[in-house]
């Protein structure tokens, strides 16, 4: 039997094009491969899975190729590439600094690199989750970081830069990293889906990515876990059942209600979700966001600003129509104060119910 790679292993990114939503970091970066303008040292910051580490990787391994193809990647053929890519290269050296932080650990580092490189012109030291450093080995690290050999490279990586001493932030060039976007997380899904032979429904891939929250790893690690519930076919039924996400088709139903002033079906419907497990909170926050999609629906320019599938978006323009904005405005207003005064509430559920009535109250503002 074959052993299984996780999707953000198999699928991780080997070149700069195939990097995921950093396009003007990645053309960066090629730029400086290209016109020889390497700084000796980076920072790049950003939320987790997002790929710095990764392009760190790729960073290390085109500076050292010796033949890049016209796109400005590596070749993947010369000595270095093959080196880095069966994981032997000696030009390439990765240290996690939440388990070497300490000044012996920095001395060890730079007494390394002293040594150049066998191949290639430049040895890299990749230092992970550097805001783990201590401040003497931060301190340590100072003058090598500023004036390090011609052949040394240092890229740093953390999710949190605050945590960074302002005098390494100052000898390193930074680079910010964005949380990816929904869109750009589904369509590198599908392509994933495409490639090991797996149906998904678009509204599915919507909502893993929406629960990845940015995350490239997190969206493929949730993947795999839907591949393992779900088989072969991904749906939307099967991924809201396995990740506790509360169907669409609810606040839809509310909002009509709503429109409608139907108090007593939206206290059912409310009664319903609570006996399913979710809790009042979240319903109540994600009743927001319903009103704010609704919101964005009514115009097409703000419709890209809505981040969930086809289907969904039909029929949040569909019911759009049937509320006007001042009733969108208050029923925002309520859902925003029902959150506020959660915590605070000693009969929470009562306190959401309430809200529920009032949003059925609004109905007749919504007539006039």
Do not use: W
């Amino acid at each position: 039997m074959e052993n299984f790679i996780v999707s953000a292993r198999k699928y991780r990114p080997s070149t700069f094009e195939t990097v995921v939503g950093q396009g003007a970091l990645t053309s960066t970066l090629k730029n400086a491969i290209v016109s020889n303008h390497l700084a000796h040292a980076y920072l790049f910051c950003g939320p987790r899975g997002v790929g710095k580490t990764t392009c760190a990787r790729i960073f290390a391994k085109t500076i050292n190729c010796m033949n890049l193809t016209p796109d400005h990647e590596a070749c993947n053929e010369c000595e270095s590439c093959k080196a880095f890519n069966e994981q032997r290269s000696y030009n390439i050296h990765e240290l996690d600094a939440a388990s070497n932080n300490s000044v012996d650990n920095i001395r060890s580092l730079i007494d390394q690199v002293r040594i150049p490189p066998q191949i290639g012109k430049y040895s890299v030291y990749i230092i992970d989750e550097v805001h783990m450093l201590s401040s003497s080995a931060f301190n340590a690290f100072l003058k090598t970081l500023e004036e390090p050999p011609e052949h040394a490279i240092f890229i740093l990586a953390t999710t949190e830069k605050h945590k960074v001493l302002p005098t390494i932030l100052s000898r390193c060039q930074i680079y910010d990293f964005n949380r990816i976007s929904v869109n750009d997380t589904i369509a590198h899904l599908q392509n994933v889906a495409q490639k090991e032979g797996i149906q998904a429904e678009p509204e599915a891939l919507s909502i893993i990515a929406q629960k990845a929250d940015g995350g490239m790893r997190d969206a493929l690690s949730i993947f795999d876990q839907m591949v393992s519930f779900c088989g072969n076919e991904i749906t939307y039924k099967k991924v809201i059942q396995n990740l506790n996400v509360l169907d669409y088709d609810y606040h839809f139903k509310l909002v009509d209600n709503f429109l409608a002033g139907n108090v007593t079906d939206c206290l059912l419907i409310f009664n319903e979700i609570l006996s399913k497990g979710f809790e009042a909170q979240g319903f109540v926050n994600g009743l927001s966001e319903h009103f704010r999609n609704l919101l964005v629906s009514k115009d097409p320019r703000t419709l890209p600003l809505l981040e969930v599938g086809a289907n969904i978006q039909e029929n949040y323009k569909k019911q759009a129509t049937a509320c006007n904005d001042q009733f969108l405005f208050n029923a925002l207003r309520l859902t925003n104060e029902c959150d506020l005064n959660y915590r605070i509430s000693k009969n929470k559920r009562l306190l959401v119910e309430l809200t529920l009535i009032r949003l059925c109250q609004l109905s007749d503002e919504k007539k006039k």
